[in-house]
């Protein structure tokens, strides 16, 4: 079927050696907070430059094979620029976690309602995937069962979708960094949803070869007093998706999640260092492509040459990384 194999073909594209995705979809909350560290206002005239700064960076579509976009960018018509660097624009189209009723401290989250219309609407605007995150949380006795399966059913019936209106779907679960955890409680915790995950993705049809898997690494909780090194992360992450991950899923693209640019980078090295996997371990990085261009930046054109040199530099590390070769 012609829409079938388009859609694996992009994912392929999405994965394609020494590339990843850059996660520029932040909402105007996170946006915000992230221009408040450079004293600058979250206007939408500040938003577009930021963003423009990135996607004009010369070179960058050497490392960067596709870009998650938020409703604002890609109306303002940044997805063209893109397209002309051969790169592909991708959206957000989820509304959110919002709280879980009667399950405090886990929330679910939204936007089901009228997500075609949005689809359609978005493709004609030349996005060619999508993405939605569900956030799972560790703590005093959450994750709970119905949790996980309240997102994992939200991400199943998004991608189903998505695949027919023909975008590729980035299935996001998160299981967050924040807490006390251990590693092996994050790994036990992260192979309970995945596996839930790709239990509803059966249910509902989706073709594995047509979409991508957006995981979190298997970290210590951020406030553990013990914190597992790079080459631990990476073992005790691939170990789960050799048991949950199906061989057909053509890849995995990491979310940065809090890290640090460096240890982002550093933990997808130590991963790609394992060996070759059935599917392609890649990045779908925000803030840790973004936080050094954005600090040189700092909201004044006369630094503009030099914050995309820092995002070319970080981009540069970040797809050697993803060969092993940094």
Known sequence: MMKERSLRATARKLVAKGKGILAADES??????????????????????????????????????????????????LGKVLQKKGVIPGIKVDKGAKDMALFPGEVVTEGLDGLR?????????????????????????????????????ALARYAAVCQEVGL??????????????????????????????FA????????????????????????????????????ATVRVFKKVVPKQVPGCVFLSGGQSPDEATEILQEMNRLGKQPWELSFSYGRALQQEALQTWGGKAANVKAAQRAFYDRARKVSLAREGRL
């Open 117 to 153: 219309e949005r689809l359609v609407e978005y493709a004609g605007l030349g996005a060619k995937f999508a993405k939605w995150r569900a956030v799972i949380s560790i703590g005093r006795g959450i994750p709970t069962k119905e949790c996980i399966e309240a997102n994992a059913h």
């Open 200 to 235: 509803e993705l059966k249910k509902y049809r989706i073709d594995l070869r047509g979409m991508l898997l957006k995981p979190n690494m298997v970290v210590s909780g951020s406030e553990a007093k013990t914190q597992a090194g790079a080459k631990q992360v990476a073992r």
């Open 168 to 197: 590729v779907p980035i299935v996001e679960p998160e299981v967050l960094m924040d807490g006390i955890h251990t590693i092996s409680k994050c790994e036990q915790v992260t192979e309970v949803t995945l596996k839930a995950v």
């Open 28 to 77: 105007s909350g996170t946006i915000e907070k992230r221009f408040a560290t450079i004293n600058i206002a979250s206007t939408e005239k500040n938003r577009r430059e930021w963003r423009e700064l990135l996607f004009t960076t010369p070179g960058m579509e050497k490392f960067i094979s596709g870009v998650i976009l938020y409703d604002e960018t890609l109306r303002q018509g």
